[in-house]
DNA sequence: GTCTATAACCGGATAGAC
DNA sequence: GTCTATCCGGTTATAGAC
């Protein structure tokens, strides 16, 4: 997580550093804890850059200052929703054994932490869909954050009692990650109440998730599995270094 | 396709009605077909109301009053995609029978139309992204086109001669259109040259996919396609009547 | 050199006259 | 149906204050 997602500078580094005391980017930090309430009470596009300015106190240009745009100021949801969504599971992993039960856990806590931001999660799409985004979970800006999301999966998998045929265990997290984007794509859409219907969808497809995890050492899916990880494989070497299984990293002309 | 889609009204619709010429509803179709020639040439972003307006002759306010907003006027992208889709893959269709081939015929065919509006794609998918968006292919505006294509995928499989066990046999057009989603969205990040990536993945999943269809068949394979399938029975059961397997198609206050 | 503020600009959208 | 004038909000230019 870097500062610029946090909305933190140098201030705090701890008794090592100099530790710049920063006096005003307490500024940076008021604007932001200010966005994110405006944003949770009246949602993205209800709240206005002079109102998150005004609320917190400084002037519209100093905002920008601050933050170059109303979509960098999302950043730092970003990477608040991701500490806490590992600090709400980090309990279940280390007790449970059972694959099933942690991918539940998972999956469960990363829906009930962000819950609160549900309709601006919804709207906060709108602008990450746009593959020139920086805000894309696949671009090269959400690449700290992807990997560690990534690495919970590998912890998901790796601190369970399943066995998982070799040849795909390098690639399940990353499939793992994909299967969590498209739950969370799924509870942007899901107006249910209480989003009962997500619930569902992760209890139900969780079971297939993990039949199928099993089912792949058989001699029987054998060659669908190695295909299916082969494919991986390449769609990552045609793309540029350092890509995820889906596109996406490169820069694109916005116009 | 309705006329909201593609921009007509009732002019033309043959010797059989009174056929209203519906003077300046020539207009409209001007205004259509200069937006789609801006949003092709300059991209989505890159295109002003302002500027579709002027070079299709009529004053700004005159445009929102065909098109309620920006956005609508890609209902008639929508609409006409779909349609040169459609007669893009007919041929394929009415010739192959193995399902494999089949699927891949309307998949390639489906990118390779889409393919002049690429860039244009990538910045519409941001608004359509959007769940509240009447633009959003699961929202209720975009049903008419939605059962279009799944109506197509129904006889892709229809159409083959493969046995599909009879307990997927309703659901499966279904998830056609949901794999089909999966594709577009992997296309619209792809900027390897001739989105190559793009191809690869459907050779590749395409293979994968009807190698599912075939197992699931297979005694072993019972239980978990019986839970997929009445997982999505669930699915629809939660939300509203004539919601499509994932959610979406309800209003929803856009602040 | 680091911050803060005010006054624009631009483009999507609306009101209301003709 | 068509227009002009205007609003509104993201963003930028730029002038100053610490």
Redesign the pocket.
């Known amino acids: 997580m870097t500062d610029e997602q946090t909305g933190q500078t140098g201030a705090g580094v701890g008794p090592g550093g100099p530790a710049k005391p920063?006096?005003?980017?307490l500024?940076?930090r008021t604007i932001v804890e200010t966005a994110l309430r405006l944003f949770r009470e009246h949602g993205y596009?209800g709240?206005?850059?002079?109102?998150?300015?005004s609320e917190a106190?400084?002037?519209?240009?100093?905002?920008?200052?601050?933050f170059?745009?109303?979509?960098?100021l999302i950043q730092a949801y970003y990477g608040r929703s991701n500490a806490e969504h590992l600090v709400a599971c980090v309990d279940a992993l280390e007790t449970e054994r059972d694959l099933k039960q942690r991918l539940l856990a998972v999956l469960y806590t990363k829906i009930e932490t962000a819950q609160p931001y549900h309709r601006f999660a919804g709207q906060l799409f709108k602008t990450a869909a746009d593959p020139a985004s920086p805000l894309s979970p696949f671009s090269s800006e959400s690449m700290p954050t992807r990997r560690e999301a990534t690495e919970l999966m590998a912890l998901v998998v790796e601190g369970s009692d399943a066995r998982v045929s070799p040849e795909l265990a390098d690639e399940l997290p990353n499939l793992l990650w994909l299967y969590l984007m498209g739950i969370i794509l799924f509870w942007i859409h899901d107006d249910s109440a209480g989003c009962a219907r997500t619930f569902k969808l992760i209890d139900r497809t969780a079971d297939i998730v993990v039949n199928l995890i099993n089912l792949s050492s058989l001699t029987l899916m054998r060659p669908l599995v190695r295909r299916a990880v082969q494919l991986t494989g390449e769609l990552r070497a045609l793309a540029g270094p350092g890509a995820e299984p889906v596109p996406g990293g490169q820069e694109r002309s916005s116009e």
Chains 1, 2 share one sequence.
């Open positions: 920063k006096k005003a980017d500024t940076r596009e709240t206005t850059m002079r109102a998150i300015a106190g400084v002037s519209i240009g100093n905002a920008y200052y601050y170059e745009s109303k979509e960098h």
